[in-house]
Every structure is written in structure tokens, then in C-alpha cells.
């Protein structure tokens, strides 16, 4: 038995509808799990969405706080793109120890890690980034990262899932891995442009799904497509936004910053922006009192959904070398620039009144599915569940060893009906 396990970044579960509308992938819903409203992890980001969903815990354990290293006073962040960010094992380690083979194809935050064929979702500023993800990559898979040089362009997000998928054909074409986990992020980086409901982004879905089918018709060449497990799944939801907060201005206007906006990881308070949320770093602690009646004043008048300390972080299991995390108002996103006015509109790419945003609180706005089929289940859909529950439901499905995770597994939960999906559940 294989497993394709396809990351579709950013998608909803009404949008899993549009799968079942392929006469290929209509057969994998007869014996299925699926879950819709699978809630993220605080902040609801990529990477540590991601991180969650191979280790089946949170940021707090995993370590991914945030897409990018904490660099207030730097153009250009890195991004947490090496697996060795993650601080717990995952899905990738419980399947060697059992002796399956893998491969990864643009995963976030795999950079150099224990995949057999390995293409890792990795960028440079500064250098050639095919030879960067060369370099991270392990090696296996070089030729075929080669092979679709032309594709890898940061400013294009179809003709980087194109990339994904082609070498994805080529890597089950030479090597034929058990397990294969793909990424693809074209729904997201619509939702971004045009706001979280546009006809743009139904065909992005689209797309993705004409990419799936391609790569399971590959897969059908080497593997009866009756004997392969096949998940989709999204990471986070997105909320559309009119609008971004420049809570840096506030703390210049206080004279926090302590020097030019270039400066402000030298002052007595910074903060980040992660989407709909921030973290804020605290450099002199005599000013938490002032700056927590700046945030309830904040709260008052709608610009912030609410705010949290550290410690209440921690209990939302999100933990970093932050103070405080704030969360935006309806309709608004944070920047780390320190702008001329608080708060900025902020158009789609259409002249639209919204463009999509995440990094929100696990509760807030649409949430994505998980679908899994394997042909020893009996179809049952369940809802409001934790990405936290991937890991644990795949360790069980394929009696991987697994570990410690805040995850259940879900083919233990109790089910629910949903006609509309056109299966037949019992209580």
C-alpha cells in the first residue's frame, strides 16, 4: 500500500466538493475519511501549520512560531525552511523506521531533511536558488530539480506548483517512492490577491486538482490506484481584510522605537507582523503597564480582536521569545513597516475592497478539510477536529511506531452525517 499525501495551501473544505467533480478521483471517495473544519494552530501560517501536521503538535512543542526568523532590522528574513527547526519527530522519521521509502516535494520546512527524494520548498535572496535547493536537497533528486529550472520563479506561484508537480512525475517516474508528500500553493497566493471568494481562486482550486490527477494518473503506471492511500488536505483558513495596522507607528509615536524604523530591534519595544496576528518583543519591561492600556484602548475601539501574554500564549500552545501576541480587528492585517497613518487600505489585485489574510486565531473565519482514503476504511465524515489529528490518524492507518503528540486519531472518532457528500453514515 502508498500514500499521496497533496497539500493544497490554503484550501477550504467547501472546496473539497470540486474533487469529487474528477470521474479519477470520484472512486477514492467510496471508502474515505472526511473531516471538515479542521481547526489550525495559532499563529495559522504555513510553516507552522505545516510543522503541526507531520508531527501532530503544536508550535509550543514543534518550535515553528512564525514563517521566518525573528530579524525586525533586516530587508530580507530567512524563512524557517530547514527541518531542523522542527523540534520533535515527525511523519518522515515513523516512516523509515519502518523501512517505507519517501519523497517531499516543496513540504515547508524540509530543507535537508530525512526524505529519500527530497525537493525542498526553499529560496535565496542573495544566490541562484535552484543550487540552493540543490544544496538542502540531499542530492537524489538534483537532476530532476535541474530539469525544471526554468519554472522556479519566487514572483509566480502557478509556475512554482508546476515546478512541484513535474518534478513529483519525475521523481515516481525514476524511483517510484511508497510515500510522496506534495505541496501546493497557488489557492493561497490567490486568496491573497483577490480576497477569499473570487472566481480566480475557484480555478486556482481547479488547477490544483487537474495537478493531482496528473500526478495519481503517473502513479497508476507504476501502482494499481485501488492500492494507494491518497490524503488532501489544507493547512489554515484565510479572512478577508480591508485593510493593515502599523502598530510599529504606535510605538514611535510613544518613543519606543529608539531610532529609525531601520532601527526598532534596538528599542524598548518591536513588533512583527505574522498576517492577522503579531508578536510583539519587549526590550524594557518598565513600559508593560503603559503598553497594555495602549492595547486595551486598542481592543476598545475595534483595531485589535484581543491580545494575550506570553503565558496566555503558551496555554493556546503557541510559545516564543515574544511578550505579548495581538490579534486584529475584523477586517485587518498587521505590517512590520512604520507607516505614515495606523491604519492603510489595502485593495485586491482587482481594485477589489479586500485581499485575503491568515496568521489568525485557530476560532476565526473559514477552515480547511482533510480528506483520506484508503480502502480498508469504512467512509465516515467527522467535523470541527485539529490539524494536530494528521499524524496520529496516518501513524495508526500505516502502524507507524509513532511518539509523543497532542493529536487523536481520528479513525477512533466518533462519526457524523453529512448527506450532502453523498455518503451514508450511522450515528
Excluded at 469504512?378 to 490518524?393: E, F, Y
Aim: with cysteine; aromatic share 12%; charged share 25%.
Amino acid at each position: 500500500m502508498k500514500l499521496l499525501v497533496l497539500s493544497i495551501d490554503a484550501m477550504f473544505s467547501e472546496d473539497l466538493e470540486r474533487l469529487r467533480e474528477h470521474p479519477l478521483l470520484e472512486p477514492f471517495f467510496a471508502h474515505c475519511l472526511i473531516v471538515r473544519e479542521m481547526s489550525p494552530v495559532y499563529p495559522a501560517l504555513t510553516y507552522p501549520c505545516h510543522a503541526s501536521i507531520i508531527s501532530g503538535n503544536p508550535p509550543a512543542v514543534h518550535g515553528g512560531y512564525h514563517n521566518t526568523e525573528c530579524a525586525p532590522d533586516e530587508r530580507w528574513k530567512c524563512w524557517k525552511w530547514y527541518y531542523n527547526a522542527i523540534r520533535c519527530p515527525t511523519l518522515f522519521d515513523y516512516f523509515h523506521q519502518v523501512g517505507y521509502t519517501i519523497s517531499a516535494v516543496f513540504w515547508p520546512v524540509t530543507a535537508q531533511a530525512p526524505v529519500d527524494y527530497l525537493v525542498p520548498e526553499i529560496w535565496s535572496y542573495t544566490e541562484d536558488p535552484v543550487e540552493t535547493m540543490k544544496r538542502t536537497s540531499g542530492g537524489a533528486a538534483n537532476h530532476i530539480i535541474e530539469r525544471h529550472r526554468a519554472d522556479v520563479d519566487f514572483t509566480s506561484k502557478f509556475k512554482l506548483d508546476r515546478f512541484a508537480k513535474d518534478c513529483a512525475l519525475d521523481i515516481v517516474d525514476q524511483f517510484d517512492p511508497d510515500v510522496l508528500f506534495l505541496h501546493l500553493s497557488l489557492v493561497d497566493s490567490t486568496r491573497h490577491r483577490y480576497g477569499i471568494r473570487h472566481p480566480e481562486v475557484d480555478r486556482a482550486v481547479d488547477q490544483c486538482v487537474q495537478w493531482l490527477v496528473e500526478v495519481l494518473k503517473r502513479i497508476e503506471e507504476k501502482t494499481p490506484l485501488e492500492e494507494l492511500s491518497l490524503a488532501v488536505l489544507g493547512d489554515h483558513g484565510h479572512l478577508n481584510c480591508r485593510g493593515r495596522l502599523s502598530i510599529n507607528r504606535c510605538f514611535a509615536q510613544r518613543g519606543w522605537l529608539g531610532g529609525p524604523p531601520e532601527q526598532m530591534g534596538g528599542g524598548k519595544v518591536f513588533a512583527v507582523a505574522v498576517g492577522i496576528s503579531a508578536q510583539v518583543y519587549v526590550r524594557d519591561s518598565s513600559i508593560c503597564s503603559q503598553l497594555e492600556r495602549m492595547l486595551e484602548e486598542l481592543k476598545a475601539d475595534g483595531w485589535l480582536y484581543d491580545w494575550y501574554t506570553w503565558e496566555q500564549a503558551v496555554g493556546l500552545g503557541l510559545d516564543g521569545p515574544f511578550a505579548y501576541v495581538l490579534e486584529a480587528g475584523e477586517g485587518y492585517y498587521f505590517t512590520d513597516r512604520v507607516e505614515e497613518n495606523f491604519f492603510s487600505p489595502a485593495p485586491a489585485k482587482d481594485g477589489g475592497p479586500c485581499i485575503g489574510k491568515h496568521g489568525h486565531f485557530p476560532t476565526r473565519g473559514d477552515k480547511p478539510p482533510f480528506f483520506l482514503s484508503h480502502r480498508g476504511i469504512t467512509s465516515k465524515q467527522l467535523r470541527n477536529h485539529s490539524i494536530l489529528d494528521i499524524a496520529p490518524t496516518l501513524c495508526a492507518l500505516f502502524q507507524l511506531p509513532g511518539g509523543e503528540m497532542q493529536g487523536v486519531d481520528l479513525l477512533q472518532c466518533s462519526q457524523s452525517n453529512f448527506p450532502e457528500m453523498g455518503i451514508n453514515d450511522e450515528k
